[in-house]
C-alpha cells in the first residue's frame, strides 16, 4: 500500500509493514487524531507519522517528537508495525466495519 513516491523512499510499504490511512472529514470515518491515537495504542503498531509528529515504540517514545520530513502527514495517518507482527491480521479500530458498527450503538434514550 503507497503511491509511486511512498515507492520512491518508503521501504516500509514496499515490504507491506505499513498503510496510509486517510483522514477525510468529508466521510463519517474517523479523524486522523483518533487514527492516531487508536494506532499508538495497538500492540502491533510500531511507527506512526501524523499532521508533522512522530511516535517510534522502537525508540521507546513516550510522546510523540516532531516530524521534521518534507511531507507532515496532514491528510493522511502513516502507520507502521513491527514486522514480528505481521501475521496478526485482526482488523483495526478504524476500519470501516468496526467503525460503523461503534458508531451507531444505540444512544441513550431520549428522557421527554
Ligand atoms: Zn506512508
Request: proline share 0%; no cysteine.
Given at each position: 500500500m503507497g503511491d509511486a513516491a511512498h515507492a520512491?523512499?518508503?521501504s516500509?510499504?514496499?515490504r507491506g509493514d505499513a498503510a496510509d490511512v486517510t483522514h477525510d472529514e468529508t466521510t463519517a470515518g474517523p479523524?486522523?487524531?483518533v487514527i492516531a491515537a487508536l494506532a499508538l495504542a495497538d500492540p502491533r503498531t510500531r511507527l506512526v507519522i501524523w499532521n508533522g509528529r512522530i511516535w517510534n515504540r522502537e525508540r521507546g517514545?513516550?510522546?510523540w517528537r516532531p516530524y521534521a520530513g518534507a511531507n507532515s502527514h496532514a491528510t493522511h495517518v502513516h502507520v507502521e508495525i513491527l514486522p514480528a507482527r505481521r501475521g496478526d491480521a485482526s482488523p483495526w479500530p478504524w476500519s470501516p466495519?468496526?467503525?460503523t458498527a461503534a458508531r451507531s450503538w444505540p444512544s441513550a434514550p431520549?428522557?421527554?
Open positions: 520512491k523512499r518508503d516500509a510499504h514496499n479523524h486522523g487524531d517514545d513516550k510522546a466495519e468496526i467503525w431520549d428522557q421527554t
